[in-house]
């Protein structure tokens, strides 16, 4: 529901924060609340409500990982596109930077901004039609609220993240991957059509047929170029179950062996993969399966498993509805925030390992690699087909196999040592995939300089420099990415 604000209210909430927020033109000064006037008198009514109350900011200054704190002058909850487009609008007059934020799943404060604003993307929420191939919906739909209502259909997104309470326009802006992306790609390769807001303000519609320029520096373009409102969304038929098998190796090199087969063959609709403890200081690795069905059709276990090197008698297999598959991780959830861990802090490590030197380079460091490490957190390692993908920035190695490689550690106890040490050993880690050829995955905790993200995009850097001088010439959006800093 919209809620139209009036100028004078907003203004009021500014002057009873008593903070900074933003620049005089005029005075070629940083104001306080106390002259905010001038500053906002050209902000049109607004839809929505633009929030500078110390909780709301503190609140935009946290994200997932909880390890960076960048805290904005004020946070805009948009009850239109409008809204959106008026706000960078003003902040480009007024010389502040802005950061579009989802769920605030980000580890190392991506969708944050320091002295800036935050535009809080999860009052746009609107799933505005679904039809028998796609869906149109705002940003901040979540991925479990458009499945809940394309499966009332019988259809479903092609891929989703293993973690579903997070946000379309924020999974889009770094790309997206599950354990359907063997088969279909990324999330941000099944988008048919984007509405954009660029970082001059200007509201445009986008896709591979128009403004193609645009939809290629948006879609895993990580909030450079503009801010996603909304998507067409690509929908296949859904099924009503999955058959879950996992099935566990004590060797790395039949293990990645046995998943480079059946993502080649495409037995299984959904593949991925972990390591595990085996409670004698090392790793097993379990290969997570799965195959879609819609009874009276069942799926041949025999088929299925034929051919692969598990160690028998390990084998676990399992029905259940397919909502319940994809929304595994709930219960879990669940139970890390009701003892707090969930808002520890998460160094998490996102690589893309060459599938050349995947065994080696996993079984270094799974031979170092301790549960404290970790912080029990989960480590995936499952391999996905690059001729799936069709966007220049998403960023993966030069091979037709490469597997993700994903230390998801959470900081525990929840010291600043123990986050330090963390981080240091992502940065370690990921040069020594650098230098075999492989990427980061851009949602992670990796210190990185401007330097390290024009190596991160080679070739295509040209490309979006030049989408960023087109569409954000202020250098406006995104800033925690560091990614054109001092420009």
């Known amino acids: 529901m919209r ?8 203004l009021q909430g500014l002057i009873t924060s008593a903070i900074v927020i933003g620049f005089d033109l005029t005075t070629r000064s940083w104001v306080t609340s106390a002259s905010a006037t001038s500053v906002f008198e050209s902000l049109p ?8 109350d110390n909780a709301t900011l503190t609140d935009a200054s946290i994200d997932f990982g909880n390890i960076v704190h960048r805290q904005p002058i004020a946070v805009l909850k948009p009850g239109s596109i409008e809204d959106i487009v008026q706000v960078i609008q003003f902040a480009r007059t007024c010389k502040l930077k802005v950061a579009p934020r989802g769920q605030g799943h980000s580890t190392y404060g991506q969708s944050q901004v320091e002295v800036g604003i935050v535009i809080d993307l999860s009052t746009l929420n609107k799933i505005h039609f679904i039809g028998t191939d796609r869906a149109i919906v705002d ?7 458009l499945l809940q209502q394309t499966l009332a ?14 946000s379309i326009g924020g999974t889009l802006s770094v790309g997206g991957i599950g354990g359907a992306t063997h088969r279909y790609g990324v999330q941000v390769d099944n988008v048919l059509e984007l509405k954009v807001v660029t970082g001059i303000g200007r509201l445009e519609t986008c896709s591979l047929l128009y403004n193609r320029n645009l939809f290629t520096a ?10 996603i409102v909304q998507a067409t969304i690509k929908l296949i038929p859904a099924t009503t179950n999955a058959r879950v098998f996992q099935l566990y190796y004590d060797n790395l090199a039949t293990f990645t062996h046995d998943q480079r087969l059946i993502i080649n063959d495409e037995r299984f609709n959904y593949v991925e993969g972990q390591l595990v403890s085996n409670n004698a200081g090392g790793w097993r690795y379990l290969l997570e399966a799965a195959s879609f069905y819609s009874p009276p059709s069942i799926p041949n276990n025999s088929l299925l498993i034929t051919g692969l090197n598990y160690t028998r008698g390990t084998e676990q297999i399992e029905d259940k509805t397919y909502f319940d598959f994809l929304n595994r991780l709930a219960p879990t959830v669940a139970f890390l925030k009701s003892i707090g861990v969930w808002s520890y802090p998460h ?3 996102d690589l893309f390992v060459p599938s050349s030197a995947v065994n080696s380079f996993v079984g270094e460091v ?6 404290a490490d970790t912080g029990q957190g989960t480590i995936l390692l499952y391999p996905v087909k690059t001729n799936r993908f069709h966007l220049p920035l998403f960023r993966v190695p030069r091979e037709e196999i490469v597997f993700l490689f994903s230390i998801l550690r959470t900081a525990a ?11 240091s050993d992502n940065r370690k880690l990921f040069e020594q995939n650098r230098d075999l050829g492989g990427y980061k995955y851009s949602v992670d905790a990796i210190p990185f300089s401007k330097k390290d993200w024009q190596q991160h995009f080679g070739r295509v850097w040209g490309n979006l420099v030049s989408a960023k001088q087109r569409y954000d010439p202020d250098n406006l959006l995104t800033p925690s990415q560091g990614i054109f800093a001092n420009c």
């Open 3 to 10: 809620q139209n604000t009036s100028r004078r209210s907003v």
């Open 45 to 52: 009514p607004l839809d929505g409500v633009l929030y500078t």
């Open 139 to 145: 940003a901040g739909v979540v991925w479990s609220q």
């Open 153 to 166: 259909m019988g259809l479903t997104p092609p891929v989703l993240t293993d973690y579903i309470e997070l």
């Open 218 to 227: 948006v879609l895993a373009g990580l909030g450079q170029c503009g801010i």
């Open 347 to 349: 160094p998490w490590l």
């Open 366 to 371: 799974a031979a170092n690699l301790t549960l």
């Open 413 to 423: 106890p929840p010291e600043d040592a123990v986050v330090t040490r963390m981080l």
